[in-house]
């Protein structure tokens, strides 16, 4: 369990961290999410310890981290790209860490076995690719067989395979009944691998949240008809709280009623409909919907109109 309370971090002028305040619970993967800048690295480091609060603590497993005798069984954490020495093989690397901490040789074996890298672990790891250099990070992460599990952005830059494989991973270690915290700006990807959501933005808490409340909660949900007598089915479906568009193509975007009474109503004035299909928001909408205030440095965006829906 990570406990944070009341945690902020001040660099000069900027507030990184503004009094969060949230637990992250064993048993489940919880997503850490908020655009750049929003915070999220800072927490992360000063749940390990790495960087002083300005106010508040971080509790691991109910203590801070400097209170453990053996942080690394309390937390495994892969925070930015890992210092390893690019000549040394992945194996020397884990040995070196495993050595200073008391953990054998075996273990070293089982944790380059279960991220993959049995085969190369000889080699050198300054030949390895991004995704193996994530997986050897996980692997030194995983080491002292953590109770807590940290990952930031650990997905970042990986294909699409090293994505499912990270995903599967937390989803295990999850199952196994750690704490397993990762941090993203990836809305969707949280979508398929987190059963919770922390979002920050601007250093502040925004949503402490689970996945099917916050898409549920998402105004968004809507319902794609298409018919070749939308004039006459439009009247039918509008009253208060509804709104529809005509997105061409034969079809309207209605929000507010659902695809049962529009199937019902459709049905009793003898229209045809050739579609009617639930549409959910995508998470990313939502996300966006959520943290759009506080994103700290805009883009110009390529699609101004769906800003403005
Ligand atoms: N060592 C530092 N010195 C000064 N400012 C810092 C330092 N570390 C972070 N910041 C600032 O604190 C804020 C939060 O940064 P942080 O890296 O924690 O955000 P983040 O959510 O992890 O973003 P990203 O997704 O881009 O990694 C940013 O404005 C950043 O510029």
Not at 98 to 106: C, D, L, M, N
Not at 251 to 259: I, S
Not at 289 to 301: A, I, K, N, R, W
Request: a negative charge; charged letters at 20%.
């Amino acid at each position: 369990m990570i406990e944070v309370v009341n945690l902020s971090k001040r660099y000069g002028d900027t507030l990184a961290v503004d009094a969060l305040e949230f637990t992250v619970r064993p048993g489940i993967v919880t997503g850490f999410l908020g655009p750049n800048g929003a915070g999220k690295s800072t927490t992360m480091r000063m749940i390990m310890g790495l960087d002083r609060p300005t106010t508040g603590h971080a509790l691991v497993n109910g203590k801070s981290l400097a209170d453990h005798r053996a942080p690394l069984h309390e937390v495994g954490a892969l925070l930015e790209a890992k210092g390893v020495h690019p000549g040394r093989s992945a194996r020397d690397h884990l040995l070196g860490l495993a050595a200073t901490t008391g953990i054998s040789v075996r273990r070293v074996d089982e944790v380059l076995e279960l991220v993959g890298l049995t085969e190369v672990a000889r080699k050198r790891a300054g030949a390895f690719s991004l995704g193996m250099g994530q997986r050897l990070g996980i692997a030194a992460a995983l080491l002292g067989d953590p109770a807590v599990v940290m990952l930031d952005e650990p997905v970042n830059g990986l294909d699409p395979e090293g994505v499912r494989w990270i995903r599967y991973l937390l989803q295990d270690l999850a199952a196994e009944g750690r704490t397993v915290f990762v941090s993203s700006h990836l809305m969707n990807e949280m979508a398929v691998t987190a059963e919770h959501l922390i979002i920050v933005g601007r250093g502040r808490l925004i949503a402490d949240v689970s996945l099917a409340d916050f898409t549920a909660q998402s105004a968004r949900n809507s319902v794609l008809v298409r018919s070749d007598r939308l004039g006459d089915l439009r009247p039918l479906l509008l009253g208060d709280g509804v709104s529809i568009t005509d997105n061409g193509d034969d079809a309207l975007e209605v929000v507010g009623v659902t695809p049962r009474e529009i199937g019902e109503r459709a049905a009793a004035a003898g229209i045809p409909l050739h579609e009617l299909t639930p549409v959910r928001a995508s998470l990313e909408d939502a996300f966006m919907e959520l943290t759009g205030d506080s994103v700290q440095y805009h883009g110009t965006s390529a699609h101004p109109q769906e800003h403005a829906a």
